[in-house]
């Protein structure tokens, strides 16, 4: 007697990514979540890789989002953080040096 089996009848969705360690590694949707940028329509996703264990972080296109959530892929809403000191004297180094500075606002 053989079994008999449906062509894809039983395939899971994977999600191919790469993890840092392992390089290619296969995913099913359980094992990400993502997070949406509440500014825009982009975000991340963070994944656990199932042969080293490690917890990853990658950034999402608009795109890539959509395929994620059409998988079942949970997700939570990150709310855009407060401009860091790091970025304000940045800007303001560059407002110093730039004599046209609505030429940075343009940019
Ligand atoms: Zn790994």
Not at 31 to 42: C, R, V
Not at 59 to 82: C, D, F, I, K
Request: glycine share 10%; with cysteine; hydrophobic share 35%.
């Amino acid at each position: 007697m053989h079994p008999t089996y449906v062509r894809g009848e039983r395939q899971m969705t994977t999600i191919k990514t790469t993890c840092g360690t392992c390089g290619d590694v296969e995913l099913t949707p359980a094992d990400l979540a993502l997070e949406l940028d509440a500014a825009g329509d982009g975000g991340s996703y963070r994944f656990r890789c199932p042969d080293c264990g490690d917890v990853s972080r990658r950034p999402a296109s608009a795109r890539v989002v959509s395929v994620l959530l059409a998988t079942g892929v949970v997700y939570e809403m990150v709310p855009t953080g407060p401009i860091t000191e790091f970025e304000i004297s940045g800007f303001v180094t560059a407002l110093d040096r730039e004599p046209n500075p609505f030429r940075l606002l343009a940019g």
